[in-house]
């Protein structure tokens, strides 16, 4: 096997495999859920709308995570209608909770944050809570890294860009500035980009910087995730050996 056909396995193995489609249907999750059992090995997770958790816990194979989320995509500050989704997506059967942060609450008053994010850790549970900051919409680097750090405090699980939805999501710009301040942290809460990431050396660019940025042994499925609808079938082709890789990617 080549260098980036096992490097396009791990990134498989790290992959929060989406479908927020607006015009998602029961059939869709169906082939969402074959999907997730790849030639090359099951994804980290799949990464779906709440309204789908029951129906996919009962078919999704032990072994691949069942993601959902809240307060999605808008990030308003409704915390008791947020804490009310939660309790259903972990009841429903979640094992992990994507919640998008009041990120327009960060510059005047990042405590609100903190505090949305540490309420609804308590109400996840054992569901592991990724905390979507909305970089693209953040925009301001002393912006980003104050979201992380109201995030990290209020005790999340993970830090995520982008809910896709907006007209940036993952940057390598933004993802720097997460994962310095998960290394600031003690550098064991997960990182994950999402949004728009589209091919292998894309979600390849991201999987080293976190290993630069965190330690060579950082970036395994319980710490890095890649978000994505559209990713699956470039990392497929290239685990296969049926796509040449970019010189860029560094083989
Ligand atoms: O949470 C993940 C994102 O919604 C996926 O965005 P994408 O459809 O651009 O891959």
């Not at 209608?81 to 259903?88: I, P």
């Not at 990120?103 to 008053?109: H, S």
């Not at 896709?164 to 600031?184: D, F, H, M, N, Y």
């Not at 809460?189 to 999987?207: C, H, L, M, T, Y």
Request: hydrophobic residues 45%.
């Amino acid at each position: 096997m080549t260098d980036a056909a096992a490097d396009a396995r791990r990134l498989i193995a790290s992959l929060d495999l989406t479908n927020l489609d607006d015009g998602c249907t029961s059939a869709d999750i169906d082939a969402l859920v074959a999907r997730a059992s790849t030639p090359a090995g099951p994804v980290a997770a799949i990464c779906i709308w709440p309204r789908f958790v029951k129906q996919a816990r009962a078919i999704l194979p032990p072994g691949i995570r069942l993601a959902t989320v809240v307060n999605f995509p808008a990030g308003g500050e409704d915390v008791a209608a947020t804490l009310a989704e939660t309790r259903q997506a972990v009841a429903d059967g979640a094992d992990e909770i994507d919640l998008v942060v009041a990120y327009r609450r960060v510059a005047a008053d990042p405590a609100f944050v903190e505090g949305q994010v540490r309420a609804v850790k308590s109400a996840a549970g054992a569901a592991t809570l990724k905390t979507i900051l909305e970089t693209g919409e953040l925009a301001d680097p002393d912006l980003i890294l104050s979201a992380c750090e109201a995030a990290l405090a209020g005790g999340a699980d993970f830090l995520k860009t982008s809910t896709g939805k907006t007209p940036v999501s993952a940057t390598p710009e933004a993802a720097r500035i997460l994962l310095q301040a998960i290394a600031a942290h003690g550098g064991s809460v997960g990182f994950k980009p999402s949004g728009g990431i589209k091919s292998f050396e894309d979600a390849k660019r991201f999987r080293d910087m976190a290993a630069e940025i965190c330690g060579e042994g950082y970036p395994d499925p319980s710490r890095f995730r890649l978000g994505a609808s559209g990713v699956l079938t470039d990392l497929l082709a290239v685990a296969a050996g049926e796509r040449r890789v970019e010189a860029k990617a560094g083989y």
